[in-house]
Structures are given as C-alpha cells and as structure tokens.
C-alpha cells in the first residue's frame, strides 16, 4: 500500500533532550516536506527536499533540523526541544517538485515539550 | 503576514445544502491544493489546480489565476463530509507552501 509513514504517532519530552521524528514514503517520490500545525496559525512549512541531499528552508525552520541520505527516508531532528515546539508535525511527500503533483501526508505526530 | 486567507472560518449547513469555501492568495502561485483534515488529525489531498475547475464526486474545484481566487464547492452536503478543508498554495518562485488557516464544516443530518 502506498503510503507515507511516521513515527512516533505521540511524543512527549522534556526541554533540551534531542528527539528524531521519522518519516518514510515507499512511492519513490522525490519531493519530501515537514509542516507543524498549530490552532489559529494552521499549517507552516519547516523543511522540505527536493531530492536525495537537497534540502531548504520552509517559512519556521529554527529549531529543527532534517536530513534527506536515502529517498524513502525525510527525518526531521530536534536537537534542543522547547515547550513552543509543542505541535502536531505532519511529514508529506509528492511525486515530482517540478511537475505539480498532489501531496500525500502522512498521520501526524503530535508533541509535546514539557 | 497572510499568504493564503480562506473563508468562512467556520461553517454550519444542513444535509442536502450546497457548500461553497473560498480561497484567496496573494503570491504567485504553481499550484493551489486543497486538503481535507477529518477528527482525529490525517490529511488528504482533494484536488491540485494550476487552471479551470475539476470535479470528483460532489466536489468540485475552481481556480481564477487572474483574480489569485480559489473556491471549493459540496454539492448536496452530508455528514461525512464534516471536517476541516484546507487551502494551500506551492509558490512559483522556490517550492514552498503556503497554507490557509482552514474552513472547519459541519454538516447536520
């Protein structure tokens, strides 16, 4: 079954303790992005990938951190959580960046930072 | 900054009514999506336009790139299509996305 995959679904944590979020898609997608979604604010892009070791800023990247070493895999890195990273974090990916294709995402994860 | 305004906020209608969500965006844009987020938090892409209007089911989507304006109709609305529609925008310059703060709809029976 296609899909995009992350883990864990709930995360809680203390301020400072490094955490890793993954995020995996089996449809050999090239396009992988992390979003974080708050009340009121909606959803805001962290990160995304164009391609194997392509990676930029979205709109809120301080504070994160991601990698892209193999296609299947978009992890994102938190090397000093804080209570305003608590969120819910959606990863997403898409077929090809440079032909518009819809985004699948995945289930969520939702985080708290105590 | 608001890159992506969408509107109503929130939305109430009967069973069987007509539906309609606007968006509005003020970058250039590639592509406009619109997501659909049930209860319980998963989100799933709707429609992708970069012109005209496309149709699945009910649901049908139109986009003016002239006047940067999106709408997302429900024809005869029911129950299950409860929950938060989203508008997001992939900017022409770069590949970010921008996103709407969502439309949450409930319909009643």
């Given amino acids: 079954e296609a899909q995009v995959t992350q883990n864990p679904r709930y995360l809680i944590t203390v301020t400072g303790k490094k955490l890793t979020v993954t995020c995996s898609q089996n449809m050999n997608h090239e396009y992988m992005s992390w979003y974080r979604q708050d009340p009121g604010l909606g959803l805001r892009q962290i990160y995304y990938s164009m391609n194997v070791e392509v990676t930029d800023k979205g709109d809120v990247p301080e504070g994160y951190k991601v990698s892209r070493k193999e296609k299947r895999n978009f992890p994102l890195i938190l090397e000093s959580p804080s209570p305003n990273q608590t969120s819910l974090y959606f990863c997403a990916s898409s077929l090809d960046a440079a032909y518009n294709s819809p985004l699948h995402f995945g289930n969520g994860t939702r985080l708290t930072v105590t | 900054k608001n890159e992506v305004e969408q509107s109503p906020q929130n939305l109430t209608a009967q069973e069987g009514e007509f539906i309609t969500i606007n968006c509005s965006y003020s970058v250039g844009i590639s592509a406009l999506h619109w997501l659909q987020q049930h209860p319980g938090g998963g989100i799933v892409s709707l429609f992708m336009l970069s012109s005209g ?57």
């Fill in chain 2, 53 to 109: 209007k496309k149709k699945h089911g009910r649901l049908i989507a139109t986009i003016n790139i002239q006047e940067k304006h999106s709408s997302l109709h429900i024809t005869a609305s029911h129950p299950r299509d409860s929950a938060v529609y989203i508008c997001a925008v992939r900017r022409d310059t770069g590949n970010q996305f921008y996103f709407g703060t969502g439309t949450s709809l409930t319909v009643i029976p």
